[in-house]
């Protein structure tokens, strides 16, 4: 079956430090990818994606990108700032009928930045 | 704007009533899902629906259930009969009909059970 395996949080930076929140994947056929992030008593927000291996996806600073050979989609962020204390999720969704159309989540990363 | 609504944002119930929580979405999307959440996990999925009349379990569905007479709507309805409500829940929809892109995301009904 689809699995997704997120680093363990929680992870606390100081403000403008660089930020990697690893993210590796098991998925049959071809998935896209996400990661959402969720503020305090919020839903989710889709924050990036990328459908094909090698895309990049970009938004707001962060970027990941689609590694097919090392099966993952790690997020990056050079310089964070406290509004990005969240907890961020990375989800995939594969494309074979076989998973229907479910979205497969990590467990979530909390991330706090100090000022 | 289109987008996705839930209510109530804070609900109430004692052990053995039945409760049902609402969401609407207007972005004329086919497929809603909905999932719960427990503090400091991930979402697991309780039920989805593809279609208008259909609707499918997911991981955790006893407990639970819903209804989709209707394109914009998705109730769910959390039964006695689940041993442990108290979370939050979340409803999500998807628009394109092969099955692979995005989800939205509404604001979430957190259910606590006195």
């Known amino acids: 079956g689809n699995s997704v395996t997120q680093m363990e949080g929680p992870v606390t930076l100081s403000e403008e430090a660089f930020l990697t929140i690893n993210c590796t994947y098991t998925?049959?056929?071809?998935?896209?990818l996400f990661w959402y992030v969720q503020y305090p008593g919020e839903g989710l927000q889709l924050l990036l994606k990328?459908?094909?291996?090698?895309d990049k996806g970009s938004n707001k600073g962060f970027e990941a990108t689609y590694r097919k050979e090392t099966t993952s989609f790690h997020l990056e962020k050079g310089s964070v700032q406290v509004s990005d204390s969240a907890v961020y999720f990375c989800a995939l969704s594969a494309r074979n009928m076989a998973s229907g159309s479910r979205l497969t989540f990590g467990e979530g990363t909390q991330l706090t930045v100090n000022p | 704007d289109g987008g996705i609504t839930q209510s109530p944002k804070y609900l109430f119930r004692k052990e053995g009533q039945n409760v049902t929580l609402s969401c609407e979405q207007n972005l004329n999307h086919d497929a809603m899902y909905w999932y719960r959440q427990d503090p400091g996990q991930g979402l697991r999925l309780i039920y989805y629906s593809q279609i208008v009349n259909d609707f499918q379990k997911g991981d955790i569905a006893e407990g639970y259930s819903v209804s989709r007479e209707k394109k914009e709507s998705f109730p769910l309805t959390v039964t006695s009969a689940q041993k442990n409500p108290t979370a939050f829940y979340l409803c999500a929809s998807r628009g394109d009909v092969l099955g692979y892109g995005e989800q939205f995301f509404g604001p979430g009904t957190r259910l606590t059970v006195l």
């Open positions: 990328a459908t094909k291996a090698d």
């Open positions: 998925a049959t056929g071809y998935p896209s």
